[in-house]
């Protein structure tokens, strides 16, 4: 038996206990007569000690060398309250060095002094540290009580394909050349959709899986190449049943992982959220909602205004003492390429009712009054403007009240405020194929009312179609999918498919829309998202073992790589034909 405990469990009660313990050497402290070592494994630190008998031995080890010691359990003198183990100690009688460690490239410490690459590098030891070993334990934990709730509403779990054929989810596929079909080719799931579907068509009623899915997509900040989803579908269910079910879910979570109630599980429209946040996904743990002061603020002789589609006005709640400095400072923040306002206009409310603000030269105080209550701002409040087109507007401004939000620390990292935002649109019009795409997937059901609207105002029709958000973190999305192969049919003319393409790309799901398929709509979330969050942070590479770097590469075992001339020749790819092609 390699060993009898843990060094996470010895405690005072253990006092006089013969152990056997394993683990790594987290550092050694040589105190001359005696060693002090902290040996640590996943479940914590255990402290030991070497007399002088043992002590050429205990000098020799270095930092991550995994030894075993048998002891004997005693209570220290100087106790340590900060870990669990912190009243005992080993005073060890067998040292058996099990296996010697190189000097580690980084130390393996809460705090590291690895960068990024390095540590990706050697992903394994990055793994050994406590905060990676935490965030991969509440993972764990996540997947077992979403299976838990899951279960005990009667969803199966069910496994679908790795290798089939595209799915048009907005994304490019990543393609798996097939050896024994000679040109043709796999593709790895943007998504299980279709599968999903045709579980509802076969009669399982309510389905999930944590799955993986792959998305050839160009890698921005904190996106993978493959990622996690929880993936579920349900029959005979509408749009209300599927918010029920996962809020549900997330209100199961937040209780069982964190100990924290969800009171409220709010809604709200696209339009709505757009139109008063400028996002799809409202971080709504803040006010500073938008309000249009286009009939207070136009022909007045300020032409920036005058010439704007919209002129919107947010309110930071006491921030009237803004210096000069703080204001220039958010004017250039606002101006960013990035975010690309022209300009920014201020209006302080100050404390003995008086206005300031840059556009004096045009509005008088009474005029600024009036601005001051269509936004409700009070003496001692802050209020601020952009304008110009409709949309940009509304986007620049989500930009700068999200940026205030933090600044002023309305984000607090430890209040969860979940939402469901709907009614998205169906269709986006695409700039560059000059063509409507689907928002969601072509598989999401318009609203019925808006179906009359498909042939004359196709980018107005609403689907029957929804995200979960999250603290301004859209977390899932779904739909109330089509189940009527006419339907289904009408949505690839509108996107643009010929019949032949349609039928050669989704025959296999109109036909079965054929065989009697129930109504039906699910969602999937994001797992490793959901992860960071639960974890109160904002990345999620450092939630996933072993994940790729912002290039889309592994490198620690180095991959993509070349393959060689006898792999092509199998699979029949010929890359000197394609290069003089
Ligand atoms: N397949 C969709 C996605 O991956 C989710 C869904 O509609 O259920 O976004």
Not at 447 to 462: A, I
Request: proline share 4%; aromatic share 10%.
């Amino acid at each position: 038996m390699y060993r009898t405990h843990t060094n996470g469990e010895l405690r005072i009660e253990n006092v006089n206990n013969e152990v056997t313990l394993c683990g790594w050497v987290q550092k050694s402290r040589d105190l001359g007569a005696m060693t002090f070592v902290d040996l640590r494994d996943r479940y914590g630190i255990t402290q030991l000690v070497f007399g002088e008998d043992q002590s050429e031995l205990a000098k020799s080890l270095g930092r991550e060398d995994v030894i075993q010691v048998s002891g004997n359990v005693i209570e220290r003198e100087s106790k340590n309250t900060t870990i669990p183990t912190g009243e005992i100690e080993i005073t060890v009688n067998k040292l058996t060095i099990l296996n010697k460690s190189k000097v580690p490239p980084f130390t393996i410490e809460d705090e590291t002094d690895g960068g990024e690459e390095l540590r990706m590098q050697y992903r394994y030891l990055d793994l050994r540290r406590n905060p990676l070993q935490n965030n991969l334990k509440l993972r764990h934990q996540l997947s077992i009580e979403i299976r838990k709730y899951l279960d005990s509403i009667n969803f199966f779990e069910i496994e679908t394909p790795y290798l089939i054929k595209s799915t048009p989810e907005g994304a490019r596929d990543f393609v798996v050349p097939s050896r024994m079909n000679p040109n043709q080719f796999y593709a790895l799931p943007q998504s299980p959709q279709t599968f999903k579907q045709l579980l509802m068509v076969s009669g399982f009623d309510r389905y999930y899986q944590i799955v993986r899915c792959f998305r050839d997509e160009d890698l921005r900040a904190d996106r993978q190449p493959e990622f996690t989803q929880i993936d579920c579908e349900m029959a005979f269910v509408e749009q209300e049943d599927v918010f029920n079910t996962f809020e549900g879910m997330m209100t199961y979570l937040f209780k069982k992982v964190k100990g924290i109630d969800l009171t409220e599980f709010p809604r709200m429209d696209y339009a709505t959220a757009i139109e008063k946040y400028g996002s799809d996904k409202p971080d709504i743990r803040f006010g500073m909602t938008f309000n249009y002061i286009n009939e207070e603020t136009q022909n007045k002789g300020f032409n920036v205004f005058d010439q704007s589609e919209v002129v919107i006005a947010i309110v930071a709640k006491d921030c009237s003492t803004y210096t000069r400095k703080e204001l220039d400072k958010l004017t250039d923040f606002v101006r960013r390429p990035q975010v690309g306002a022209k300009g920014m206009v201020y209006v302080k409310c100050n404390e003995d009712g008086t206005f300031k603000s840059s556009v004096d030269k045009f509005y008088s105080q009474e005029d600024l009054k009036i601005w001051a209550n269509k936004c409700g701002a009070e003496a001692g409040d802050l209020i601020l403007v952009l304008s110009g087109d409709k949309a940009a507007t509304q986007n620049q401004m989500n930009v700068l009240r999200l940026h205030l939000g933090d600044e002023l620390g309305l984000r607090n990292p430890n209040e969860y405020a979940p939402l469901w935002v709907y009614d998205f649109p169906l269709l986006e019009w695409d700039e560059e194929t000059k063509r409507y795409h689907a928002m969601h997937h072509p598989f999401t059901s318009p609203k019925p009312e808006d179906m009359k609207l498909l042939d004359t105002d196709p980018g107005n029709v609403r689907a029957n179609a929804y995200d979960m958000v999250l603290n301004g973190v859209e977390i899932g999305g779904g739909s109330i999918r089509i189940h009527d192969r006419e339907v289904q049919s009408t949505m690839f003319d509108h996107l643009g498919f010929t019949k032949e393409e349609a039928q050669a790309q989704f025959g296999f799901l109109m036909n079965a829309f054929e065989y009697g398929a129930p109504p039906h709509g699910g969602i999937a979330l994001g797992f490793d998202r959901l992860c960071a969050l639960f974890g109160g942070q904002e990345t999620i590479r450092d939630f996933i073992a072993f994940p790729k770097n912002n290039g889309g590469r592994d490198v620690m075992i180095d991959s993509p790589s070349p393959i060689s001339s006898e792999q092509l020749d199998e699979l029949n790819i010929d890359l000197k034909v394609k290069e003089e092609l």
